[in-house]
């Protein structure tokens, strides 16, 4: 079956500094892949959806600036946090879509990061 | 614009007992999806049943079904012989149709199982 790893896992970062995390889809080609938060005992939040080749589309609130995405190839793209505070402290989700498949409801999820900033 | 509303922050079930778990939607498109997704203690997201809003019979997976009322706006997940590893959060999710419209996801269910 479809297959969407993370890395890193987990990652602690001192306030400040950048932090990349990759989504990559192993088995199959993501046209498109989508970037989650998640706060304890929450919901996921969409930050922002990304299609290959193309800029990211951010969700209201959520700044491209400090959230960068990269999706420059079919089984690769990368969430960058970039100047990270305490606050940015959180679960990051990615999911990614077949390109190739038949249902557009296809999306398939990795198994999330865990980032804390000091 | 569309919202996914759970009303069940928590609910438990005997093992073996079977559980019902609400959600409602709010849209006016015609071509939508709709998911339950399981959260396990892992975090890993696992897609439990769909349910395409064109069809008027209601989705099972094994010890899982939906109770798809599309007048209404409802679609309850009913777990069947509950079982321990059926312990964790739920989140129903609506889809627009069209193939890179994003998921929007309910604030979720945690499901406790009793021994």
């Known amino acids: 079956g479809a297959v969407v790893s993370q890395h890193p896992s987990r990652v602690i970062c001192k306030s400040g500094t950048s932090v990349k995390i990759e989504c990559r889809s192993l088995d199959f080609q993501a046209t498109t892949m989508f970037w989650y938060r998640q706060f304890p005992k929450k919901s996921l939040m969409l930050m922002a959806t990304?299609?290959?080749?193309?800029?990211?589309?951010?969700e209201q609130g959520v700044e491209k600036d400090k959230f960068l995405i990269n999706h420059a190839s079919l089984t690769l793209s990368t969430l960058t946090v970039t100047s990270a505070h305490p606050e940015d402290s959180s679960f990051y989700i990615c999911s990614a879509r077949d390109g190739l498949a038949i249902q557009s409801y296809e999306q398939y999820f990795g198994p999330g990061t865990r980032l804390t900033v000091t | 614009a569309q919202t996914v509303t759970q009303s069940q922050p928590e609910m438990s079930v005997q093992e073996a007992e079977t559980v019902t778990l609400s959600c409602t939607y709010d849209?006016?498109?015609?071509?939508?999806?709709l998911f339950w997704y399981k959260q396990p203690p892992s975090r890993q997201m696992i897609l439990v049943i769909r349910q395409e809003a064109y069809k008027q019979q209601n989705a099972t997976e094994n010890r899982f079904s939906v109770n798809f009322q599309k007048a209404a706006k409802s679609f309850s997940l009913k777990i069947s012989d509950s079982q321990l590893g059926d312990a964790a959060m739920y989140f129903c999710?609506?889809?627009?149709?069209?193939?890179?419209?994003?998921?929007?996801f309910g604030t979720g269910t945690l499901l406790a199982v009793q021994p």
């Open positions: 849209t006016s498109e015609s071509d939508y999806y």
């Open positions: 990304s299609n290959e080749g193309s800029k990211a589309t951010y």
């Open positions: 999710a609506y889809k627009k149709g069209g193939a890179t419209n994003k998921l929007i």
